[in-house]
């Protein structure tokens, strides 16, 4: 336990590049603001849907640059920086290792959503019962950490296929589409829903809706679990992937161009 | 005669802050008051070790550093404030493969640079292709520049360097992680370029490259000009010495410390070449000092013994050891 | 005509050095078909759903701006890292034309992403090409890449003053989406945000383009107010270019070491 703690918070500063506290608060703090933002007041001008399905939506979504990223860059960046030899190497359980890298990273996720609720409820007045706290701290939770499992998925394929950040990238941009955040679910086709509801956030969104919609926890308990299922599948695709590119490079003896 | 270049008193302190938490201004004076003649057509050799402030000075001649304080003149124009009639009668080329749009081909980065500084559009094609024959890239300029060897990259910024027909050439360690053919091929283009009437200020390390192509060579160390003339000139810091090199195997500093303390003993140093290390000790000629540094290295496993005349290396050691090479300062 | 045969030949070029990157020609292409296809839904699922011409061309000029904001705002420190702000700096130039060619690149080739979504929603959403106006479309296309990329000018020579930019160009994607009504003009936004769109090229960029496209305005004034607006930064921009290219030789930053 102290392993999957401690090496990751190490890992977390050393390997996240935006960690000044400038890149912080403009790239991860403002930009997802003002997402929120142009999402819902391009849903007040085309009539979508009410300032609250984008409030609770986005900041939900938030998360996901973080929490992506973070998991990407969690096994991506030791790769770039030689250091995944060693890591591979290390007697310990990777995939405990890789699963401690990704937790500081969803921290800062729930971090953001819950700064990004706040935030965007003051300015566009959305009034959120205080009964709802709770569970949309659990919620802000699941979603981030489900985020960064699939994040870790996306590192992992990053060993194998040069452009994994084009793949972060455009992952993120169809999370804005496909989870059902932006553009309410029963308007995309069938296909998109299906595609969201194995997304990471699609769930753990909703779950949010029926919390501040005061409909208990109890409501929202059920998308909770799924999204926490769609985070667990992320975690042991992340943890197959790596075996499976690590027993490769050993029978290759390809470990340093890993 | 007219001076191609000349500097008074050029001085550069870098200033960087180091720390987060704690920060520190902290001051590097890099050039420390270099004062250079340089006349037309001349081929001159700026030469030191890593951070004497080779780079620097040049960066000050080429306009892309503005001294400290001091005054430089290129072509009779002030480095500082006339940018552009200096920038017009310049070339700079450096050493390294970076500096080119790798995506372009050799020919699209001519291209390019021509028109940016300036070359008239109806010469550009006549004038790039005379310097692909000059560089020897002439069938691989539509190649993208990412394809290149070292090599190639290197002879393309010189083909660029010289787009504009400069009259003062800078030259920054252009042989720096060049093969040694290349170099020789490198080596034979700047003594033609000098041959007609370019001056060419050439910065480098290598000793060989100084002494076979230059015809005045400084001597620059700790940010200052240690010593300035012809090579033979220079050879006579070593003067009135004789130089001993035993080729040794498991020398310990400490023993060189105690070879340097003999007496007649002027430099001790201490090479490593492949397995085995080459110790040069210079000596006053009168002393013949060979007995006591073999006695010094008792129970070493030696090699070849030889005595010989000092060379510019030599004279280039002498000069450089006797410079102290901490130019950092704080400054709170 | 040396200056316009400059700024020709090196925007082309830097259109090609561009071009050739997969990376970024991927990342310049996929995304915006993101982006459009979330228009397309987004007005279906609104009271707009006629207009999804406007949708497609709406998310194209969104890949403009993100083009010339990621472009032409890290356009200095690209350029540093290559090590050919040196050579650049080296012209017999004035700054701001060797800067200039770049930024005009970024908005150029930020136009594969407005064919791309044209063609994406012709092909996938049946969307006709019913432009009102088809000689002031293909006017004022490359009359607002022109604008944007002297206001490109202007964000390359303060974005290298900003310590950290890159936080700042994170930042500032949305709210010019936003503010300029790139995907429709927003009319529920708070009253103080209009005197900022109305001073950003970018609003009557994207104006100067719908207006073509669905003839509801005429296009030449806000064509005009765009082009007017993009000559002041081309002009700030190049002023503080010159400042900045003194700083640089005095601080020494026109090399990464």
Known sequence: MR??????????????????PSMFVGTLLVAPLFQLLFFAYLGRQLGVADDTFYIVGNAVLSATLACVFGGTIAIANERRWGTLGHVLLSPRSRTLIFLGRALPYAGNGLLIAVFTLTVGSLLLGLRIPASAVPGLAVTFAVGSLSCACFGLTLGALGLRFRDVWLISNVSLALMLLLTGV?????????????????????HAASAARLLVAGEGFGAALPSLWREALVGLVYAVVAAVLLTLFEAESRRRASLDTL | MALAIEARDLRRTYRTRTGWLNPRRVAIDAVRGVDLDVRRGELFGLLGPNGAGKTTTIKMLNTLLIPTSGTARVCGFDVVSQTREVRKRIGYVFGGDRGLYDRLSGLDNLRYFAELYGVPAARQKRRIAELLELVGLAGRERDRVEGYSRGMRQRLHIARGLLHEPEVLFLDEPSIGVDPVAARELRSTVAGLAATGTTVLLTTHYMAEAEELCDRIAVIAGGEIQALGTADELKHYAQGRRVLEVQAFGVTDAQVKGIDLLPGVREASVE?????????????????????VLRALDGVRLGRVTARQPTLEDAYVTIVNGVDRTPATVTA | MRVVRLVALGTLLHVKQFSRSQFEIATALIIPLVQATLAVYLFRAGTEPHRML???????????????????????????????????????????????????????????????????GGLVYRIPLDIAHPLAFAVAVPAAILGLGMFGLLLASTFVLV?????????????VWLVSGMLVPVTVLPGWTGPIGAALPTTWAARAVRESVTGAGPVWPSLGTCLAISAVCLVAGAAVMSYVERRARANATLALA
Do not use: C, K
């Open chain 1, 182 to 202: 932006n553009v309410p679910a029963e308007h995309l086709p069938e296909w998109m829903r299906v595609v969201g509801g194995w997304l990471p956030i699609t």
């Open chain 2, 272 to 292: 490593v070449l492949g397995t085995s290390q080459v110790l040069t000790v210079q000596s006053d000629a009168a002393v013949d000092v060979q007995a006591d």
């Open chain 1, 3 to 20: 392993l999957l703690t401690v090496g990751g918070v190490i890992a977390y500063r050393a390997l996240f590049n935006w960690a000044t």
């Open chain 3, 54 to 120: 406007e949708a497609a061309i709406g998310a194209g000029m969104m890949a403009v701006w993100s083009s010339v904001l990621f472009g032409s705002g890290g356009a200095i420190q690209t350029q540093r890292w290559q090590g050919t702000l040196e050579m650049l700096m080296l012209s017999p130039r004035p700054p701001a034309l060797l800067i200039f060619p770049i930024t005009l690149a970024t908005a150029v080739t930020g136009t594969y992403a407005m064919v791309a979504t044209l063609l994406w």
């Open chain 3, 163 to 175: 310590p950290n930019a890159n936080a700042v160009n994170n930042a500032l994607e949305y709210p």
